[in-house]
Each structure stands twice: as structure tokens, then as C-alpha cells.
């Protein structure tokens, strides 16, 4: 038997679409409890912050740039949140003039 022949036959080929095969294996979360879980980690990301920069401030062995690192982090996810924020306010702004 050729190579060829011996790889087809060892495997059966897939006819299910990779986007299909991901959202049978994921389990189903909704928007509100995402966006609950990414509020929940950028609280998280600030709280590190804060404590890198109360560390560095009282002499703990804390470089200047692990403590920049993690405020950019914390801002970063804030901003992120801020714009998820006003893209929510501003679809809400179009449901409502909506005329039915």
C-alpha cells in the first residue's frame, strides 16, 4: 500500500466547518456574563496595580518597569471596558429611535 493510501485510510476526513466544530465543543456563555468576567478581570488588573505601586513605594524588591507594566495593563483594560461601554450606550441611543 502507498503512503498516500496508508494516511487516507488511518484517518476518515472531517466534513464538519471548523467554526461548527468550535461551537460544539465551547460551552454556551452569554453576553452578560462575559462582559461581567471581563469586568471582574480589569477590577483584578487595577487591584495588581495598585499593589505593584505600594510595594515599589515601600521598598519591596519591585522594578520601576514590573510596576509601570502593570498600571499600562490596568489602563489598558479600563479604556477597553470604557469603549465597550459607549458602544453599548450608542446601540441603545439607536434602539430608541427606532420608530415601531
Given at each position: ?36 468576567a471581563s469586568w471582574e478581570q480589569t ?58
Open positions: 500500500m502507498s503512503s498516500l493510501n496508508a494516511i487516507t485510510a488511518a484517518r476518515p476526513l472531517s466534513i464538519v466547518p471548523p467554526a461548527m466544530a468550535l461551537q460544539e465543543s465551547a460551552p454556551a456563555t452569554s453576553f452578560s456574563e462575559l462582559l461581567s477590577q483584578a488588573l487595577n487591584a495588581q496595580a495598585t499593589n505593584s505601586i505600594e510595594n515599589s513605594l515601600i521598598g519591596e524588591d519591585l522594578s520601576m518597569v514590573e510596576s509601570f507594566t502593570a498600571v499600562r495593563e490596568a489602563d489598558i483594560a479600563l479604556r477597553m471596558m470604557m469603549q465597550i461601554r459607549n458602544k453599548l450606550v450608542d446601540a441603545y441611543q439607536e434602539l430608541q429611535q427606532l420608530r415601531f
